[in-house]
């Protein structure tokens, strides 16, 4: 391979770099929101379930 054609495919790499690095990084981020999603949920539920279960306590005590 000629000096030539290997400097035109590393300024080809470099010049694509940028937009790979940007919609690894947005993957990334889609990635982790959703994650952090699924999480709020779970306590939300685990909050709703100890609140009914404390009325319910409560309820039974009285």
Sequence with gaps: MRIDQQLRG????L???PVASQETARRNAMVAST???QRRR???E???FL???HRASRH???
């Design 51 to 53: 609140r009914r279960h």
């Design 15 to 17: 010049s694509r770099w």
């Design 60 to 62: 039974r005590s009285a």
């Design 35 to 37: 994650a952090l999603t």
């Design 46 to 48: 685990v909050e709703e």
């Design 10 to 13: 590393l300024a080809r790499d």
């Design 42 to 44: 779970e306590l939300d």
